[in-house]
């Protein structure tokens, strides 16, 4: 039996839904049973997805309120999306029990999880029922919609766990943030705009208190915390439950912070679309962020923020090669000890505890130099889809000093946020992703058009090439330009200087594959795989 000890360090781990909807008998048979024999382990548990992210179990959620909203004519349709939930669910269950080696395990654990997930299914129809008569529902009601399936995967990981003799304990932080600032709602956003980023350590001590109450067990937690003041996926947004997992960590002073996903780490493209790209060891944090905003599903800004502050070292692993080390993200610190990588798993026959290495030579073997960890060529390309581009010309009526203020306020009105911005005394041309609402997108351009003429462009894309301190990279501008120009790429718009590490530009979205191939290449460095095919072609040798 596994059980939590003084003597470990302690070890947070974090599951897609994609992950443990394919592999939950993997996760839960062998991943964590070893890692727990070395650590205090914190598994942070997503909702169950499939393939797409269309049918897992949040978006099904969410399809529910909807149907909530649409009034008592949707309640057939309710009731039944809600069956489809409670019975994908206990068809996880039931297909972990009948999976081979689960013959002798005692089926009671398995019955009472099965009894609490219909419990809680027939309590959100309960509560959507009654929301269907008004048709609408709050933004902290749709919150707690949300958390059941997260409450439900833990649940389900927690009775998996325990039947194969590793005792686990489901924790659900749904009332956390009534628990920590009061259940005046008033009260929660003042501290929230009073307290900042800081408002998720506050958050982070209610968790530490939580985890140590499981005792000898292992917690489960899970990812949807709340009930935020303006509603977690408005806050936050759906990469959540990475912030939650940043807070466990914080809240244990965790060795490491683990995300497992689907894919071996950070790429320096995207390997679907550049064939050639190759797998990082390690990023900066802020060469992280940048790529998850402009368009790598890497890691969420916010969790950055937290293990930054906390130095806590994040490594992202595949679930389908458990004995990968997968890439590594340092928190910006002078420690000068960095960890090799946790690996019970590996192949190798070292012993699994931490080994030191120098940070220095570490980076340095990875391509930073010295203590600013300077870059001499871009460390990744991404593409950023589903992009318009809005030019904006001021009309001589309108004074040149307001102009600017004028076109974000219409913007921060309709609720569309800017990706790229460039300007000039009477222009402004802004990178906007495509709004959901097609409304939102003319009521802005006949906002706009009261000052100045407007023209929108739609389907484009940004690329974003990025590097560390990438400002000093005397030439790389010139390199990215020449790259595009020799591939016949129109250049629409151009961002560098209000970031030190990235240099962005709009392209047509027919365009945008050709250019990350381009750059990848030519600027990276990095040989396309016919190159690197062509160097291994046999010829016609002569002994």
């Not at 059980?3 to 839904?17: C, E, S």
């Not at 889809?385 to 600017?404: A, Y």
Request: with cysteine; proline share 5%.
């Amino acid at each position: 039996m596994v059980t939590a000890t003084a003597a470990k360090p302690w070890l947070v781990q974090k599951y897609g839904g994609t992950s443990l909807g394919k592999l939950l008998d993997t996760i839960c048979s062998s991943i964590i049973p070893q890692y727990a024999t070395g650590h205090n382990l914190i598994v942070v548990c997503s909702a169950f997805s499939g393939s797409l992210k269309a049918s897992g179990t949040t978006s099904l959620l969410l399809q529910c309120i909807a149907y909530a909203e649409l009034g008592v004519d949707a309640q057939k349709r309710l009731i039944d999306l809600v069956d489809v939930i409670r019975d994908n669910h206990l068809n996880v269950l039931g297909a972990f029990t009948s999976a081979p080696g689960q013959a002798t395990v005692p089926l009671q654990i398995f019955e009472d999880t099965a009894s609490a997930i219909k419990k809680e299914c027939e309590s959100l129809k309960r509560f959507l029922l009654a929301a269907q008569i008004i048709g609408e529902l709050s933004p902290r009601s749709k919150d707690r919609v949300i958390s059941l399936g997260e409450k439900l995967a833990s649940m389900i990981i927690a009775a998996c766990l325990t039947s194969n003799g590793t005792l686990a304990k489901p924790v659900f932080l749904d009332n956390i943030v009534a628990a920590a600032f009061g259940s005046s709602i008033h009260d929660q956003v003042a501290a929230l705009e009073r307290l900042g980023p800081k408002f998720y350590h506050v958050l982070a001590d209610q968790i530490s208190a939580r985890i140590r109450e499981c005792g000898q067990a292992i917690p489960i937690v899970t990812g949807f915390f709340g009930i935020m003041p303006d509603s977690l996926l408005q806050t936050v947004g759906r990469g959540y439950s990475d912030l939650c997992a940043a807070m466990c960590a914080v809240a244990v002073g965790a060795e490491e912070l683990q995300i497992w996903k689907e894919v071996d780490g950070i790429f320096t493209a995207d390997p679907r679309k550049v064939p050639s790209a190759r797998l990082l060891s390690t990023v900066t944090a802020e060469e992280a962020t940048e790529l998850t905003y402009y368009g790598s599903e890497v890691i969420h800004p916010l969790t950055m923020d937290q293990i930054r502050e906390a130095c806590i070292p994040l490594r992202l692993k595949n679930v389908f090669k458990p004995s990968g080390s997968g890439t590594i993200i340092y928190p910006s610190t002078n420690d000068t000890t960095p960890i090799s990588p946790i690996s019970p798993l590996s192949d190798s026959s070292e012993s699994p505890t931490r080994a030191i290495a120098p940070l220095s030579s570490f980076m340095l073997k990875n391509g930073y130099h010295g203590a600013q960890q300077e870059r001499r060529k871009p460390t990744a390309v991404t593409v950023k889809d589903d992009i318009l581009l809005i030019n904006v010309v001021c009309n001589r009526n309108t004074k040149s000093q307001g102009f600017l203020t004028q076109v974000f306020d219409r913007l921060e009105r309709n609720k569309i946020p800017v990706d790229l911005v460039a300007t000039s005394e009477r222009h402004v041309s802004l990178a906007v992703q495509s709004p959901g609402d097609p409304g939102a997108l003319l009521r802005l351009k006949e906002e706009l058009e009261r000052f100045g003429q407007v023209a929108v462009s739609p389907n484009m894309s940004i690329v974003t090439v990025v590097g560390h301190k990438m400002r000093n990279m005397v030439g790389v501008s010139n390199e990215i330009l020449s790259a595009l120009a020799s591939s016949q790429i129109s250049i629409y718009l151009i961002s560098q200087g209000a970031s030190k590490i990235n240099i962005s530009l709009v392209v047509g979205a027919d365009d945008a594959l050709a250019a990350m191939n381009a750059i990848h290449s030519e600027v990276l460095k990095i040989p396309t795989q016919r190159e690197q095919e062509n160097r291994f072609i046999p010829g016609p040798w002569l002994y």
